[in-house]
């Protein structure tokens, strides 16, 4: 059975940064891709990044350009989210998952993780 957990979550203040991983099991993830979303209290899920297998192609949510950086480790079956120059705004549920498409539609991943904590002070 595929699970995935997000690690890495917690309180940070503005400015400052925090590293997410998630660990995939269970399955083979060879030519799926990989993304991040995130959900803040009373607001829709929404994409964060994502990347191929391959790692060669990257997306990101304008919002989060220039200070998040996907990146993954086929090897460990890990995908990770460097997040710098945090803002309250960042302040949500992080989650990661995978999909056969690629997409920043939420709906066409089919995996996901339980999701982990970040929240930013201002």
């Known amino acids: 059975q595929v699970q995935l957990v997000e690690s890495g979550g917690g309180l940070v203040q503005a400015g400052g940064s925090l590293r997410l991983s998630c660990a995939a099991s269970?399955?083979?993830?060879?030519?799926?891709?990989w993304g991040w979303f995130r959900q803040a209290p009373g607001k829709e899920r929404e994409f964060v990044s994502a990347?191929?297998?391959?790692?060669?192609?990257?997306n990101y949510a304008d919002s989060v350009k220039g200070r998040f950086t996907i990146s993954r480790d086929n090897a460990k079956n890990t995908v990770y989210l460097q997040m710098n120059s945090l803002k309250p705004e960042d302040t949500a549920v992080y989650y990661c998952?995978?999909?056969?498409?690629?997409?920043?539609?939420?709906?066409?991943?089919?995996?996901w993780g339980q999701g982990t904590q970040v929240t930013v002070s201002s």
């Open positions: 269970g399955g083979t993830f060879r030519n799926y891709a």
């Open positions: 990347i191929t297998w391959s790692g060669t192609i990257t």
């Open positions: 998952a995978v999909s056969f498409s690629w997409t920043t539609r939420s709906r066409d991943y089919d995996y």
